[in-house]
């Protein structure tokens, strides 16, 4: 496992490349942007199908409603702008979209500190919660490019109805990339086995919770490392099996500690099989810096702090 | 721009009108039924769009076809649900005895529409999402070269959702001409007179600025819609008709309706 390795991948790259390739494929599908098509790379598609790309302007709600309207005629609408601003229209989404169970697919970059200059306006760390409380919406959120090939297609054109998937702007260090695992809606995957802790998470973060394994083994504390890549529908099953196995669990997370991964493992072990948990997360908004890992670190979700809590789960559990 | 031949649209207008008064009078009728059973539906709203619908249903809803060739209705202003139901009873789309079970907790038919309602197309409630919606239709339509047509009404009170200004700039960029938006102008919304909550005299004038066809109907009026109905159709851009229909209440005579929230 290269966990320590930064790949130059960028997610909205990659997501402009899987546009292409399933623009070609399918000819019902549809791009729909508010005046970030470049920024979310989404102008490449628009480029090669331009009767198919719908460029709105600045009107994020318009933007959602249009696409459902699309998506009840037959078209398969990919919605796309800043997480921030998809926010915006999270009314739309809810009535609109969820609603009406509408296949629309929302692709929500720059989520997370992934915008690390732009600061707190545009470093979304709420829409786990706001998504994932919705009925009939599934949300996505890729721990790396890799796990972005390997479900795109699958969740636009396999799974009918609203899925939201969460990507980051650019920095995606090597998670899954040497991992051989077919994408499941729903199918949490382990990336790591471990019995004296579990550290469970969705997203870029879980390049730190690997690091942090790794100081832990060397510290005699065995830990698993869990990708929830599907905050919903959540896999149950591995979370409670993990949970039975290390008796404890830390998740992490881009997000706030309300209502994200965190809250929604909470929840599914509370009334299954209570373990002492730890919710790492943000509990404020966020600020500008230099980079993304820097605001990672500087909002306490990096490897010490991951560290540090599993610590002292393990000094506090029934070990 | 002309479309197709000269459509003899006199012929036959005499028993036309009178066959759609009729849907109207039983619509109706079955809205106070319907209020009858239920205080909460939205009386005046309600009433104000029915003739509207009651033209748009019964003369050119065509219903057959597929998704992109069969026209479609947005009941934007959602809360006249209850005119809608009205009509779908009169036409068999819905049991008629679904109409005294409205908002039952075992009934079909929802205060605001649902999709499971058979002839609906939209689910409303929030407001100026339908016409988004429409564009939405109405482009893919255009796209794969459909024959489909998009209705919608919106109300007055509807347009001081910022949604509306987003969506009808977009819709004169994609230049729809199979849109056809109606606004039931019944001066009215939820707090009071729209004049008194927030002038709008100026509406019409913005979307001709921003690029549509406007036109003017007496909206209790079957001939009068008719008659915009046929001009809007020949259209080469998207038409908006702003249908007069403060006077509604007055005319079916059920003055001083109030609000059901």
């Known amino acids: 496992m290269s966990a320590t390795l930064i790949d130059t991948s960028s997610f909205r790259d990659v997501f402009g490349e899987l546009l292409v390739e399933i623009g070609k494929e399918a000819g019902e599908v549809v791009v729909v942007t508010a005046d970030v098509g470049k920024s979310t790379r989404a102008y490449k598609f628009g480029e090669l199908f331009r009767d198919r790309y719908f460029n709105v302007g600045i009107s994020e709600q318009h933007m959602v409603s249009f696409a459902a309207g699309l998506a009840s005629v037959g078209a398969i609408p990919i919605v796309t702008a800043f997480a921030s601003f998809m926010m915006r229209a999270w009314e739309q989404i809810r009535n609109s979209v969820a609603r009406m169970n509408l296949n629309v697919k929302i692709v929500a970059t720059h989520a997370g500190y992934s915008d690390h200059a732009d600061g707190a306006s545009h470093q979304m760390l709420e829409d786990i919660a706001l998504m994932r409380v919705l009925p009939n919406m599934s949300v996505f959120v890729p721990a790396d490019v890799y796990d972005l090939r390997r479900c795109f297609k699958r969740l636009v054109l396999d799974v009918r109805g609203p899925v939201y998937m969460r990507l980051g702007r650019d920095y995606s260090p090597h998670i899954t990339r040497d991992l051989d695992y077919e994408c499941e809606l729903g199918k949490a995957q382990v990336l790591r086995e471990g019995h004296d802790v579990a550290i469970m998470g969705s997203g870029v973060v879980l390049h730190e919770a690997l690091i942090a394994a790794e100081e832990l083994e060397e510290m005699g504390i065995s830990a698993a490392v869990v990708n929830i890549l599907f905050a919903k529908p959540l896999d149950v099953e591995t979370i409670v099996r993990i949970a039975r196995k290390t008796g404890r669990v830390v998740t992490v997370e881009e997000h706030m500690v309300y209502g994200g991964v965190g809250g929604a493992v909470a929840e599914v072990l509370a009334q299954t099989y209570p373990v002492p948990m730890k919710i790492l997360g943000s509990t404020s908004f966020g600020r500008s810096a230099k980079s993304q890992k820097e605001l990672i670190e500087y909002f306490n979700l990096g490897r010490r702090s991951i560290v540090k809590a599993c610590l002292e789960l393990v000094g506090h559990g029934n070990r | 721009m002309v479309r197709g031949d000269a459509k003899p649209i006199l012929e036959n207008i005499e028993v036309e ?131 489909g047509r998009v209705f919608v009404v919106l109300g007055d009170g509807e347009q001081d959702e910022g949604q509306v200004w987003e969506a009808i700039t977009h819709a004169v960029a994609l230049n729809l001409d199979n849109l056809i938006v109606l606004v039931d102008m019944n001066g009215r919304q939820l707090d009071g007179k729209t004049d008194e909550v927030k002038p709008k005299h100026y509406i019409p004038f913005v979307w001709k600025a921003v690029g549509w066809r406007v036109l003017w109907a007496d909206g209790g009026d079957v001939v009068s819609l008719i008659m915009a109905l046929e001009e809007a159709l020949e259209s080469d851009k998207p038409v908006v008709i702003f249908a007069q229909t403060h006077h509604i209440d007055v005319a079916f005579g059920v003055e001083h309706v109030g609000n059901a929230h």
């Not at chain 2, 109409?99 to 409630?125: C, R, W, Y």
Request: aromatic share 6%.
């Open chain 2, 17 to 147: 009108v009178d066959r759609i008064r009729e849907l109207n009078r039983n619509a109706f009728t079955n809205i106070l039924l319907m209020q009858k059973h239920d205080k909460h539906i939205h009386l005046r709203s309600s009433l104000s769009c029915l003739t509207l619908l009651s033209v748009l249903v019964g003369r050119y809803l065509r219903r057959g076809g597929d998704n992109t060739n069969r026209d479609w209705l947005v009941l934007s202003k959602g809360h006249a649900a209850p005119a809608l139901y009205a009509i779908l009873a009169e036409m068999g789309s819905i049991p008629r005895a679904e109409l005294s079970k409205i908002n039952g907790i075992d009934s079909m038919l929802q205060n605001h529409t649902e999709l499971s309602v058979p002839g609906v197309d939209f689910a409303s409630g929030s407001l100026a999402q339908g016409i988004s919606f429409a564009i939405g239709i109405a482009a893919w339509i255009k796209r794969v070269g459909g024959s």
